[in-house]
């Protein structure tokens, strides 16, 4: 787990100064804050905006997502450390259109304190703000308990409906409903097999033998739901599959959208041989797959490892998801 | 380098497998040969074909970037083993829309060697083949002897080129004079960090010191130009630029575009610190960027590292390299 760095505490700033020296076309910051990133085109008028935000190391979470048809601004945090109120209020003016602005997070204390305060600090200046906290990682809280689950990789797919959503024009209310309706259609979980070196701490951020995994764990390293001797890929998949399909649940005749997503160093031919046991797995229980994305959508910098969310799919999210994206981590067209 | 596998000698057959399940829209194999893979519309009448092929374990090279605006079929060999000259034959024939067909691969002996038998099956049933050998490594043979080059990740500006004439109709000749010119207008260089795992051989492809680099290595792990401790991430890019700029040359007054390249596990926040680093490099040298592209296009499973390639441009690469393009792995919409 060697690294190409400056000085770590460097770490954050300088990434973001290469994302902006490489796409200037389509992102920028706010005055010399590389942590408070918006589309180059912000702000869109008559255009109800979407803010994220969290922590740096997660690439192409969280910035990566903004962009044509996805998200118009971002609040950078540190490596795994919630951004801060203010920037959280600041991306808010700079982007907001004068239809309102729909904050998608992920749900972790934090960053739900911060923009909380950030959505008060709007009111006060008369901006309509919503929220909405994604939470679709089975393995970090039982059925019953939804609201104290993890935001993981699944938020892509409420970023790409409601960014959907929204540029096609639809109110605030209207993209906080589809939001809503796709964080409730989604779930997802992760099998982790290495720790990473956040750079300003130096030293792995838990240890795991040479032999074991860790299924359930968070893109922070959070405990999973158990740790055993490494499987095979069918066997990972399997397990995981398992997990999420009774959670939602998922059933025969559903159609679903799959998003294998790679936590850092996974090959993506790993991620391919995950992806086959999966089609045969849904392929068995009756369950039809209209969208496949394999690839990282969520990391946490080198970590080994991989997750899995399905999308319940309905007429709506269906033509949502397909329509065109575009930012600089993300292209897709008319599907 | 834990990996999720099932039997190490299926790691290719399933990672195609999950590949051709997850974009069957898009993808397709001959008969049930997953190591012949074409466009799914394939043959496409009245169109140049091009073909590529080479080892497995570089994803998204090589069968990535079979797709609209750049290649229409793969020869899929095993683990870092040239495909058989049989398969690139069988994906001739597939491909072969009545107008000839360029082959377009790495400078690698086997690659080189079964690419020529092909060809000369190929001639036997009257199609017409033209080939182009990628080779704009810099740091795998001095300049003056560019023919002993290994190609790397620059040949994804070859494919982007050639791959965007032949879908606005140019003939072989001219698809061919289009990847040469793109061919010679690249060069790349890349820094290793760490060794790779293949699957049947199970033990890392070679060792390196946990304070040690190796610049200027192959994407199979041949030996670079020198190994020494690791640096910062701003002279790693230093010393690989001054080596790139020199050797075409680039100069003041130059256009190029960049390519930042993970060779597997290297975070893409990494990626962008370097990029932050060639950019500026590039500025004080008055050279001017069109358009960036970092990310994985060309990787040695989870090998830790990265290349960087810099394509020269004149009106017409940069028409080109700007036209649409779509496959599984990658995707553009006209710049």
Redesign the interface.
């Known amino acids: 787990?060697?690294?190409?760095?400056?000085k770590p505490e460097d770490?954050v700033d300088?990434?973001?100064?290469?994302?902006l020296?490489?796409?200037p076309d389509q992102l920028a910051c706010i005055g010399d804050d590389v942590r408070c990133i918006v589309r180059a085109d912000a702000p869109r008028r008559g255009k109800v905006a979407l803010a994220t935000g969290g922590g740096?190391?997660h690439?192409?979470l969280f910035l990566g997502y903004v962009g044509t048809g996805l998200l118009d601004g971002c609040a950078v945090g540190g490596v795994f450390q919630s951004p801060s109120a203010d920037r959280m209020f600041e991306v808010t003016k700079a982007i907001h259109g004068g239809r309102g602005v729909l904050y998608v997070f992920g749900n972790y204390g934090g960053d739900v304190m911060n923009f909380e305060m950030a959505a008060e600090m709007a009111d006060m200046e008369d901006i309509r703000v919503e929220s909405y906290a994604a939470a679709e990682d089975v393995a970090s809280a039982p059925k019953g308990e939804e609201e104290k689950r993890r935001g993981v990789a699944g938020i892509f797919y409420v970023y790409k409906c409601a960014g959907a959503a929204a540029e096609d024009g639809a109110d605030l209310d209207e993209v906080k409903r589809i939001a809503e309706k796709a964080g409730a259609s989604v779930r997802s979980m992760g099998v982790a097999?290495?720790p990473v070196i956040v750079p300003e701490v130096g030293r792995p951020s838990f240890t795991i033998g040479?032999?074991e995994?860790e299924i359930g764990m968070g893109i922070h390293g959070e405990p999973g739901i158990r740790r055993g001797k490494?499987l095979?890929?069918?066997e990972?998949v399997t397990e995981m599959i398992g997990r999420i399909i009774p959670d939602l649940p998922f059933g025969r005749g559903d159609e679903v959208s799959?998003l294998v997503n790679g936590l850092?160093?996974?090959?993506?031919?790993?991620?391919?041989?995950?992806?086959?046991k999966v089609?045969e797995i849904l392929a068995g229980e009756g369950i039809s797959v209209f969208k496949?994305y394999?690839?990282?959508f969520a990391?946490s910098?080198?970590m080994?490892g991989?997750s899995i969310s399905l999308l319940k799919l309905d007429g709506e999210l269906k033509t949502l998801l397909a329509k065109?994206a575009?930012t600089?981590?993300f292209?897709?067209?008319q599907l």
Do not use: C, W
């Open positions: 787990m060697k690294k190409f760095l400056n770490f300088e990434t973001v100064r290469g994302i020296a490489a796409h740096s190391g690439l192409p097999l290495s040479d032999d995994m490494l095979t890929a069918d990972v799959v850092g160093s996974t090959p993506k031919e790993e991620l391919y041989i995950a992806y086959r089609a496949v394999v690839g990282e990391t910098l080198e080994a991989f065109p575009r600089p981590f292209e897709q067209a």
